[in-house]
């Protein structure tokens, strides 16, 4: 009698070489679904960030474009160990237009191989997941970790399956056709813990640009 183990090991083997056929496709799709709890940790209408930010802590920019004084006055309501910036790639290139504009282009640092601005020795790091709708978007400031009350990542430890921190790969059987099915799920939520743990710069314009002569 064959088992469903078996026969998944025998489709397996057959595409094995030179790569792990299943391997990697679970692999892309684990991509993707932690691609989705980025954006969810960001935009969920529930416990997003985004979502999540308290009204005295969103600034508005003073002209559209995010300026040196604005990220100031950001880290003037996010002051008590702030962690990083978060912001959409093209929000940080229109902050680096007008740190130029100025004469004082914001330094870099290095961070797990790669170079990110900084400003106030406070790094910029880029993401997709914050949305822009027509030609605006928000720049988050966060403090981070539950020792210095800041913004936490909540998982579901446990679970049946887990290759990683709420992450299950469960094996669901084999159809007719000998295609194998996984079942991947992942369990994610955040919590501020302080009101003053992130704060938001709104109403940030990333289509102005500047002629220098």
């Known amino acids: ?83 990083f910036f978060l912001a959409h790639p093209r929000a940080l290139a229109a902050f680096g237009r007008e740190c130029t504009r100025r004469g004082v282009p914001p330094p870099t640092v290095t961070m797990f191989g790669s170079p990110f601005l900084t400003w106030r020795g406070l790094p910029l790091v880029p993401s997709d997941k914050v949305a822009i709708k027509g030609d605006k978007t928000n720049i988050l400031l966060l403090r981070t970790g539950e020792k210095k009350q800041g913004a936490v990542g909540l998982f579901q430890p446990g679970i049946p399956g887990e290759v990683s921190p709420s992450l299950s790969v469960r094996f669901m059987g084999i159809n007719h056709k000998a295609i194998a099915s996984y079942l991947i799920s992942l369990y994610c939520s955040l919590a501020i813990l302080t009101e003053d743990a992130v704060g938001v710069l709104e109403n940030v314009s990333v289509d102005q640009y500047h002629e220098y002569k």
């Open 1 to 83: 009698m064959t088992t469903v183990l078996d026969l998944q090991t025998r489709i397996s083997d057959m595409y094995r070489s030179p790569h792990d056929q299943i391997k990697e496709q679970l692999r892309l799709i684990i991509e993707k679904v932690k691609e989705r709890q980025e954006s969810e940790l960001i935009n969920n209408t529930e416990y997003g960030l985004l979502n999540n930010v308290d009204d005295s802590m969103k600034v508005k920019t003073r002209k559209g474009a995010p300026t040196p004084d604005d990220l100031d006055e950001l880290i003037a309501r996010v002051w008590k160990e702030p962690a």
